[in-house]
């Protein structure tokens, strides 16, 4: 059973930054698509950045020039760094996994809170 765990969320003031981490206990090399997604109180989770297995990367509107997706392949990680952070970046954060015939994976979440 492949598990996706997060870490590095916390508390940051607006303008700084994160980096999460999404660590899987399987290869990530097989994966079709990995991602992260958010979720902020009384909203919809909703898409933050996306990677194609061949290595595209699409992000959402709301984070492009700020947040970069990137992976690992050796330590089976991906990494979503977040700078210049703003309020309405706070959310719980959410890794994502599909496989080949569709089976997807999420990890369990990381806070993320953006204040001062």
């Known amino acids: 059973q492949v598990q996706l765990v997060e870490s590095g969320g916390g508390l940051v003031q607006p303008g700084g930054s994160l980096r999460l981490s999404c660590a899987v206990s399987?290869?990530?090399?097989?994966?079709?698509?990995m991602a992260w997604y958010r979720q902020a109180p009384g909203q919809q989770r909703e898409l933050v950045a996306r990677s194609l297995r061949w290595g595209s990367r699409i992000y959402a509107d709301s984070v492009k020039g700020r947040f970069t997706f990137s992976r690992d392949n050796a330590k089976n990680t991906v990494y979503l760094q977040m700078n210049s952070l703003k309020p309405e970046d706070t959310a719980v954060y959410y890794c994502y996994a599909e496989q080949p015939d569709g089976y997807e994976y999420w990890g369990q979440g990381t806070q993320v809170t953006v204040s001062s």
């Open positions: 399987g290869s990530i090399f097989g994966f079709n698509a």
